[in-house]
């Protein structure tokens, strides 16, 4: 079977089993109202921003250690789960694996948590952030707790790190591969299951080969409650995701076109960045490919439509 085919199977899947709406605590669609519920969404370090190269400060003793990150998937608890707004991967047990530290996190050492995807229905736009009004297709962030605390998130400052990877359409990911595949049986919101991937694969396959080139600020969460307790780490090399993997991600979520935040002011939030190397450069790739991929989901949703009709004339008779 073709790679074409086995994208439109697993769409198709995805589509039947995804129409029963989903409760979640809030909503893309109306953000302006974040902060009635959620104050902190109004405040004056929030995440995401636009960074403007221009404008950032170079410290070349910033920098980033990563500690057991090649320990693979099997020797460990992760397990992958559908929240209702994006997939996350994420790890059960607070064994100190998987950490992070350096001059760039203040020499403090934090414990990974998990990791999830933004996106946009188009090729041009869906990351959160942004490098000189430049977005891409989708951003994912690497989630990691202060390692003193055993509660995420809290109030206390710089609580968490996160890394956050740029991603243009290319060729297929490696590293998301098998968890993309496992799609299909995500479709219950907050259902945990056991990563299945295979044994090489660690968090470090998913990292930049270039570690060492990155862009430091304080922020918050993307999403409600919106905390200012984030040291986002924004990589400057850019991954790839092939168009079949990033239209399974979107298929999944069919009415959520996108979920990423709207950029937010810097205010007088400094920016630094690790060394003055600049950002790779990628033009964003013509959506034309998402012909394709609305032809997909259009017969996956007639399909599911004569589907319906077929059980409800059984039940009839």
């Known amino acids: 079977m073709n790679s074409a085919w086995q994208t439109s199977i697993i769409i198709l899947v995805l589509t039947l089993v995804t129409f029963v709406k989903s409760k979640g605590h809030f909503s893309y669609d109306d953000q302006s109202n974040w902060p009635h519920e959620y104050p902190q969404c109004d405040g004056r370090r929030q995440s995401p921003i636009n960074v403007k190269s221009a404008e950032v400060i170079v ?3 910033l920098n980033l250690q990563f500690k057991k990150y090649d320990e693979p998937f099997l020797e460990n608890n992760f397990y992958w ?68 605390y055993d509660f995420y998130p809290t109030k206390n400052y710089n609580q968490l790190a996160v890394i956050g990877l740029f991603f243009v359409v290319g060729k297929d990911n490696r590293f998301l591969q098998d968890l993309i595949l496992t799609l299909p049986y995500l479709t219950i919101v907050n259902k945990n299951m056991k990563v299945n991937a295979r044994g090489e694969n660690g968090l470090i396959d998913i990292l930049p080969s270039d570690l060492e080139s990155f862009y430091v600020y304080n922020g918050s969460l993307t999403t409600p409650p919106c905390n200012e307790t984030v ?35 810097r205010n ?50």
Do not use: C
């Open 59 to 61: 410290d070349e003793d």
């Open 81 to 148: 789960v559908n929240d209702g707004h994006t997939f996350k991967l994420s790890k059960t047990d607070l064994a100190e694996t998987h950490i992070i530290s350096g001059k760039a996190l203040d020499d403090a050492q934090y414990r990974f948590r998990q990791l999830h995807v933004h996106w946009g229905s188009r090729n041009d736009y869906g990351s959160e952030h942004s490098v000189d009004g430049i977005q891409y297709p989708l951003e994912m962030h690497l989630v990691h707790q202060l390692l003193d």
């Open 231 to 265: 040291r986002w780490i924004i990589m400057k090399e850019i991954q790839e995701i092939s168009e079949s993997q990033l239209n399974l991600i979107r298929a999944a979520f069919p009415k959520l076109p996108t979920n990423s935040r709207q950029q937010q002011q």
């Open 268 to 317: 007088s939030r400094i920016i630094y960045t690790s060394n003055s190397k600049p950002m790779e450069k990628h033009a964003p790739l013509p959506s034309s490919s998402n012909t394709i991929y609305m032809i997909y989901i259009f017969r996956s949703i007639l399909f599911a439509l004569i589907l319906s009709m077929f059980n409800f004339s059984n039940k009839r008779l």
